[in-house]
């Protein structure tokens, strides 16, 4: 019994080890109903090109923002 607790606790900890030696980030992006800004994937301490702006008719793109509330 002691065995098979110390197994699932190994097996556990190594799926964390494995999961945090993830160095990718994913970027997605919401425009508000302007055009679809493709997502970025990459590796951590790669500089990554902006993307193309969002266009929708009738609007000016403004920038690019971390929130909800545009701030």
Known sequence: MVK???LSISL???L???YGCNNQ?????ESNGGT?????SDDYNVSISEPTA???TG???GGWYS???LT
């Open 12 to 14: 556990f900890l190594i």
């Open 4 to 6: 098979k607790i110390l």
């Open 25 to 29: 980030y994913t970027i997605s992006f």
């Open 67 to 69: 929130d909800s509330e």
């Open 59 to 61: 609007y000016t793109f």
């Open 36 to 40: 679809t800004v493709d997502v970025i």
């Open 54 to 56: 969002p266009t929708k």
């Open 16 to 18: 964390i080890f494995l």
